[in-house]
């Protein structure tokens, strides 16, 4: 079974669960922007169709039986981050700064500009980390994971997607071929094998893996 088909397993069964364990920050904190956030991760609809591995997500984080979650917001992070006290008894807290748009992948091509974080991308990947642990898994052994996630939400806004993690790339197999306006939603390597097979007369010109995103 893959990393990605075990993962969206974990999350889906963890959603069944009933009881709501997302609260409020204990801190002085805006709810009003978490609410929003929420709302749009809620509303996402994937051109590639998987809107739903968003959903279970939200769903895993807010009916988790096993801890209890919140999210802070703090003008002043200069990273987003999921804090996970020693004791499974403790609160977890999502830190999210909205307006954290620093670089996470620099230019590759003249004329494109950084990749950027976007604010509700970025709380999307510290929950799909909640998520993670809420199963029992560990999150930071999932990082590839939790950016295929947000990806999705990308695509959904019309977003550039992450290519990588730091110095790791995405395997292809995690990826969809999709730019803002373009979308075809194939996996970059069946994009190639597809280009291959056409008869030379029917090949386009321009790049193979259209849409494909390089670190």
Do not use: K
């Not at 969206?8 to 609260?23: F, H, I, K, N």
């Not at 984080?61 to 002043?76: D, F, K, N, P, T």
């Not at 996970?84 to 977890?92: A, E, F, H, L, M």
């Not at 390597?189 to 893996?209: D, K, L, M, Q, W």
């Amino acid at each position: 079974m893959s990393l990605r088909t075990l993962s969206a397993l974990v999350l889906l069964l963890a959603a069944g669960v009933s009881r709501a364990e997302l609260l409020p920050c204990r801190y002085a904190s805006d709810a009003r922007a978490v609410e929003a956030a929420l709302a749009r991760l809620r509303s996402a609809s994937d051109p590639c169709g998987e809107s739903a591995e968003v959903t279970a997500a939200l769903e895993a984080l807010a009916g988790c039986r096993a801890a209890r979650y919140e999210i802070c917001v703090s003008a002043s992070a200069d990273r987003n981050l999921f804090d996970r006290p020693s004791s499974r008894d403790g609160i977890r807290t999502i830190v999210w700064n909205p307006e954290l748009d620093s670089e996470l992948e620099p230019r590759c091509e003249s004329g494109i500009d950084p990749l950027r974080r976007e604010p509700t991308a970025s709380l999307l990947h510290e929950i799909v980390h909640a998520a993670h642990d809420c199963a029992g898994l560990d999150p930071g052994q999932l990082e590839l994971e939790a950016v295929r996630v947000e990806n999705i939400y990308r695509r959904a806004a019309g977003l550039r997607q992450r290519g990588a993690y730091g110095s790791e790339p995405l395997p292809e197999a995690m990826m969809r071929s999709c730019e803002p306006g373009t979308c075809t939603c194939r996996v970059p390597a069946a994009t190639v094998a597809a280009e291959v097979a056409r008869p030379s007369s029917e090949v386009r010109p321009g790049p193979v893996a259209d849409g494909a995103t390089t670190p």
